[in-house]
């Protein structure tokens, strides 16, 4: 996806002659057509610069050499300055795991991020094209959706959604959450394994719990 007003601003920044990472392509076997691997907003703002009088006809590039795993990492990686969106990071890390047989480990490793981080992004991935669709239009958050979706399905979730009645959905105006759920952190801390370490509590947590406590710190945090 193209973010305009990326675009706008790296235009700003061709026209005012200041630096701007080269657009990294690769070439086919012929050597006379490229495609674009890391660079696409830089590309349609030379794109248009040159649309509209200016002399850009002449650009330095980098070439690429690597696998087409390596072209994900380079996008997941490098966004021009602009942070991914969850579904971006999310479809970065399907395609690794499902195309090229990562490990959600080694994905892990490689972003420096937590197993449960990867493992949240590939419950995005697997989102219905509907639901991505209000994500990706902000009536939403990314973790809300795959809550949604879990309990209601993919119907249930999008009537929840745009029936809000407001710009974005929440627990708290989709009326989603109830104390039920605070109760249920209660009992899953009263079983909770908790050691001591110097003048700290150390509690060991299995992914399922942290992930349901989560859910509800994150609907009071709302």
Not at 35 to 42: Q, T
């Amino acid at each position: 996806k193209i973010y305009r007003e990326v675009v706008d601003g790296l235009k700003a920044a061709y026209s005012r002659g200041e630096y701007v990472p080269k657009i990294v392509v690769q070439p086919d076997d012929t050597g006379t057509t490229f495609k674009v691997i890391d660079g696409h907003h830089r590309y349609t703002a030379l794109t248009e610069l040159v649309q509209e009088g200016h002399d850009y006809r002449r650009v330095t590039v980098e070439g690429f050499s690597g696998s087409q795993a390596d072209q994900v990492k380079l996008m997941i990686t490098s966004s021009q300055g602009r942070n991914l969106t969850p579904i971006e990071r999310a479809t970065g890390y399907a395609r690794l795991i499902n195309q090229y047989g990562w490990t959600r480990q080694e994905v892990a490793d490689e972003f420096l991020v937590h197993l449960s981080s990867v493992a949240h992004h590939i419950a995005i991935s697997e989102l219905p094209s509907s639901i991505k669709e209000l994500v990706i239009a902000d009536r939403v958050a990314a973790d809300y959706a795959v809550e949604l979706y879990r309990k209601h399905g993919e119907s249930g979730a999008v009537n929840i959604i745009t029936g809000s009645g407001e710009t974005k959905a929440t627990r708290k105006n989709t009326n989603t959450w109830r104390p039920a759920s605070g109760k249920k952190v209660c009992t899953i801390l009263k079983d909770i394994n908790v050691r001591s370490e110097g003048d700290h509590m150390v509690a060991r947590f299995t992914t399922e719990e942290w992930s349901e406590i989560e859910s509800v710190l994150k609907t009071l945090s709302d």
